[in-house]
């Protein structure tokens, strides 16, 4: 059951004050008893991060290469992707560095100050950019997904493309995902899938029937406003907080940084990851690059396990620093519990 965080008063990067509910929830060990890895969800994920409904229960899981028997798993979710019921009708007054900002609070809210990982696919391994540069004492590893620390140009065209359908269709949300299919994956992947195959009944391409299937699939479970967030947020990505200076920011990172590409992602490329690393290794130590060999595209950070999994399991077979989890740490002293009315625990502020 997820639980929320009230934060009153946050004052976002248009300089407005708002009250955020930041819903989370855990899996596995216990925070007080077991390292902790927090969890960052795509564009239309949730803190449903594993079991049955889990968006990434092949990774996350007792037994798999992020193993609940050993860790304690904590996924927030997005304020304003509709899981609470939260939305923002100003959502372009945040930017993601707000997000970052917003899970460092619930950390501090919930008491957690040590973070054995901090792991995101897509939207999530930016976010997970962004919070390791705004507290890089946090995470002992930092392991972006199919990701990027910036907002290139092609992401922003590709974003741009999605605000106009999502602003301008009818059909807004549906149209949008189709687009998106388009980029998640590649040419070859949807070769190598449908063939150019036509359905029996109705001699459509099969390709047509698939990504038809995928845009009702999301209008019927994600909302126009949580969209027009998340894709927007896409647009703010930069962790050098607008002075171009990504490397240097970057480079305080104390944690190993373990970047991790498809080698034919259309949306965060290859090419700007690889060139990221070759930069930063060369003024920081510990950091890696892997890379998913896919047709897939974006989505083969969902598809490819297997390689994900050997690039990740020895990170997570790792001698665990004893830092990394204090059994007596408490939530901060400046914060009030309260159980609402529907059962979530809510945190409050206290204003100074």
């Given at each position: 059951?997820?639980?929320?965080?009230?934060?009153?008063?946050?004052?976002?990067?248009?300089?407005?004050?708002?009250?955020?509910?930041?819903?989370y929830?855990?899996?596995?060990?216990?925070?007080?008893?077991?390292?902790?890895?927090?969890?960052?969800?795509?564009?239309t994920?949730?803190?449903?991060?594993t079991?049955?409904?889990?968006?990434?229960?092949?990774?996350?899981?007792?037994?798999?290469?992020?193993?609940?028997?050993k860790?304690?798993?904590?996924?927030?979710?997005?304020?304003?992707?509709?899981?609470?019921?939260?939305?923002f009708?100003?959502?372009?007054?945040?930017?993601?560095?707000?997000?970052?900002?917003?899970?460092a609070?619930?950390?501090?809210?919930?008491?957690?100050?040590?973070?054995?990982?901090?792991?995101?696919?897509?939207?999530?391994?930016?976010?997970a950019?962004?919070?390791?540069?705004?507290?890089?004492?946090?995470?002992?590893?930092?392991?972006?997904?199919?990701?990027?620390?910036?907002?290139?140009?092609?992401?922003?065209?590709?974003?741009?493309?999605?605000?106009?359908?999502?602003?301008?269709?009818?059909?807004?949300?549906?149209?949008?995902?189709?687009?998106?299919?388009?980029?998640?994956?590649?040419?070859?992947?949807l070769?190598?899938?449908?063939?150019?195959?036509?359905?029996?009944?109705?001699?459509?391409?099969?390709?047509?029937?698939?990504?038809?299937?995928?845009?009702?699939?999301?209008k019927?479970?994600?909302?126009?406003?949580?969209?027009?967030?998340?894709?927007?947020?896409?647009?703010?990505?930069?962790i050098?907080?607008?002075?171009?200076?990504?490397?240097?920011?970057?480079?305080?990172?104390?944690?190993?940084?373990?970047?991790?590409?498809?080698n034919?992602?259309?949306?965060?490329?290859?090419?700007e990851?690889?060139?990221?690393?070759?930069?930063?290794?060369?003024?920081?130590?510990?950091?890696?690059?892997?890379?998913?060999?896919?047709?897939?595209?974006?989505?083969?950070?969902?598809?490819?396990?297997?390689?994900?999994?050997?690039?990740?399991?020895?990170?997570?077979?790792?001698?665990?620093?004893?830092?990394?989890?204090?059994?007596?740490?408490?939530?901060?002293?400046?914060?009030?519990?309260?159980?609402?009315?529907?059962?979530?625990?809510?945190?409050?502020?206290?204003?100074?």
């Amino acid at each position: 059951m997820a639980k929320t965080i009230l934060i009153k008063n946050f004052s976002n990067s248009a300089g407005n004050s708002v009250d955020i509910r930041l819903s989370y929830q855990f899996y596995g060990r216990k925070p007080e008893e077991a390292p902790v890895i927090l969890v960052n969800h795509a564009l239309t994920g949730n803190s449903i991060v594993t079991g049955k409904n889990g968006w990434w229960k092949d990774l996350i899981g007792e037994d798999k290469c992020i193993d609940l028997r050993k860790f304690c798993v904590l996924a927030f979710n997005i304020p304003g992707n509709g899981y609470n019921g939260q939305y923002f009708e100003n959502y372009k007054h945040f930017k993601l560095k707000d997000i970052a900002r917003i899970q460092a609070l619930g950390l501090d809210e919930i008491g957690i100050n040590k973070l054995f990982a901090i792991i995101g696919g897509s939207i999530g391994g930016a976010l997970a950019w962004e919070l390791a540069v705004l507290r890089p004492e946090l995470a002992e590893h930092v392991i972006p997904v199919a990701s990027d620390y910036k907002s290139t140009d092609w992401l922003v065209a590709n974003c741009r493309i999605q605000d106009h359908i999502l602003n301008n269709s009818i059909n807004p949300v549906s149209d949008a995902r189709m687009h998106a299919m388009t980029f998640y994956r590649t040419p070859q992947s949807l070769s190598q899938k449908f063939q150019g195959k036509r359905n029996s009944q109705n001699r459509s391409f099969e390709v047509e029937n698939w990504l038809l299937h995928h845009g009702e699939k999301l209008k019927n479970r994600f909302t126009l406003r949580a969209y027009k967030l998340l894709n927007h947020l896409l647009t703010t990505i930069d962790i050098s907080n607008g002075s171009g200076e990504y490397l240097e920011a970057a480079s305080r990172i104390q944690g190993e940084i373990h970047i991790v590409t498809v080698n034919s992602d259309l949306f965060f490329l290859a090419e700007e990851n690889r060139k990221t690393y070759r930069e930063l290794v060369a003024i920081k130590q510990n950091v890696y690059l892997h890379e998913i060999n896919s047709i897939h595209g974006h989505d083969a950070f969902l598809i490819e396990t297997e390689q994900l999994t050997d690039f990740l399991k020895p990170v997570f077979e790792s001698k665990i620093n004893p830092t990394h989890y204090n059994p007596k740490s408490q939530p901060s002293s400046e914060v009030n519990f309260n159980e609402d009315k529907a059962g979530y625990t809510t945190l409050h502020k206290i204003e100074s």
